[in-house]
């Protein structure tokens, strides 16, 4: 309930002016194949389950995807290669993501972007970036009991990491920061004795059509990258 009225709060941001006219062009203006539809043209708040052991974390929405369906990868190349994979690890109850509607239901996944409106370029000016900074902030505090796994899709949901990991578990990221690749693994260390202060943080590269079409990113890449996050999320 309280991640439901986080997830209100958050679509009714407005805190960055050029995000807010660049997600309202493109609503008002649509890609063709979609102009029978209302576009969301709002901020994307996550999806998924409340309980989530694992959080997948990505840019930010996509103009036509996330930004028309209001549900973060849904209705976009990404989000059909992420889905699919969700689906084949069993933490998806189907392969495809189509509207808000659609009956998906992830299963011990989250799914939430580092920055929550479709951005010009996929790029978010670094101001953008830290103003969006406390909703995922506050989105991680209330998943906290359950997570343990967070999946980081390229190298900006990488570093928005960082500043999550310090505010919501007081841990101070390690100088200079653990590099971002696919596949990499950064485990907070707690004091000798001490539990794991925070989940770990695994690397992937981006679904993002650039990397899936040129084979940069397979199939099989994301399947063994869902299969760590399981086995590190005692899944
Ligand atoms: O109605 P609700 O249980 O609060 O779920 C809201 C929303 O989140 C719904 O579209 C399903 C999705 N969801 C999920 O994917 N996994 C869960 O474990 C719980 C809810
Ligand atoms: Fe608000 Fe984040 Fe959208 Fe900026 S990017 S308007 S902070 S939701």
Redesign the pocket.
């Known amino acids: 309930a309280e991640l439901a009225a986080l997830d209100e709060e ?1 679509s009714g ?4 002016p050029r ?2 006219a660049w ?1 309202e062009e493109i609503a008002a203006t649509k890609r063709a194949a979609f102009r029978d539809e209302v576009y969301w043209g709002r ?1 994307v708040p996550g999806f998924g389950a409340p309980d989530a052991r694992i959080l997948i974390l990505g840019l ?1 929405p996509a103009a036509h995807g996330g930004n028309r369906t209001g549900r973060i990868f849904t209705g976009d190349r990404s989000g059909d290669v992420l889905f699919a994979a969700l689906h084949r690890a069993g933490l998806a109850n189907q392969p495809t993501s189509v509207s808000r509607d659609d009956g998906l239901h992830l299963s011990d996944v989250r799914i939430a972007s580092a ?3 479709a ?1 010009p370029d996929n790029k ?1 000016t670094p101001v ?1 970036r830290d ?2 900074a ?2 995922l902030h506050r989105e991680v505090t209330l998943l906290r009991p359950t997570l343990r796994v967070v999946i980081a899709l390229g190298a900006f949901a990488w570093a928005a990491w960082w500043p999550t990991l310090s505010t919501v578990y007081g841990v101070k990221p390690p100088v200079p920061r653990p590099k971002f690749g696919h596949g990499a693994v950064f485990l907070p260390e707690g004091g000798p004795g001490s539990p794991q202060p925070g989940p770990a943080l695994l690397g992937s590269y981006h679904v993002s059509q650039q990397n899936t079409f040129t084979g940069r990113l397979t199939p099989a890449m994301l399947d063994d990258v869902l299969s760590q996050a399981r086995h590190l999320a005692g899944l």
Not at 13 to 16: D, F, G
């Open positions: 958050i941001c407005r805190r960055c995000l807010v997600r901020p930010a920055v929550r409106c951005p978010p953008e103003t969006c406390p909703w």
